[in-house]
């Protein structure tokens, strides 16, 4: 097992407060992220299958979710979907070694719940075995491809918004 250090941040824009069982939208950017030219001592090519994972929060219901923007982000179509209570931005890739990837913005419609509760905004995972952030990396050896599973704990909080 190899760890390396990656960091980059996301941006959160969600509104101070919502009503009660109403529909709110919260926006998720992430920063430019340097892709990395080499990890573990092994010559990175790419990095690909990128996938982040984000709870649906407690207090709502998850009504939709869309993306918009990105670049330096290879040929695939960006997506994101929610299952089993997660909302999954996907980015297929090719990430090229040496670029800098800004990733797309995913938009997430949302219905508040009771009245006195919280919504807050997490990345999923926490651990290895729960990862919140997984990709794989090509690497110049063979052209092998190694799975990697990233997580943050504790996770941050992107965002909170009373319901009132």
Known sequence: MSTSDLNTNITSV????VSPNANFTITLTPD??????????QTIQNLNTLK????????ST????????GSNIGSGTPSVAQAGGFITLTVPGPLAAGSTATLPTVS??????????????????????NPG?????KIS???L????NCFVNPSPVFSTTPIV
């Open 14 to 17: 969600a509104p101070s407060f």
């Open 32 to 41: 430019p992220m340097p892709i990395p030219t080499s990890g573990g001592g």
């Open 52 to 59: 982040i994972k984000f709870p649906v929060p407690a207090n």
């Open 62 to 69: 998850f009504v939709s979710a869309s993306v918009a923007g």
């Open 108 to 129: 997430v419609i949302l219905k508040a719940g009771a009245s006195g509760q919280n919504v807050q905004t997490i990345l999923a995972g926490n651990s290895y075995t």
């Open 133 to 137: 952030i997984t990709f794989n990396v």
């Open 141 to 143: 050896l063979f052209g």
């Open 145 to 148: 491809t190694i799975p990697t």
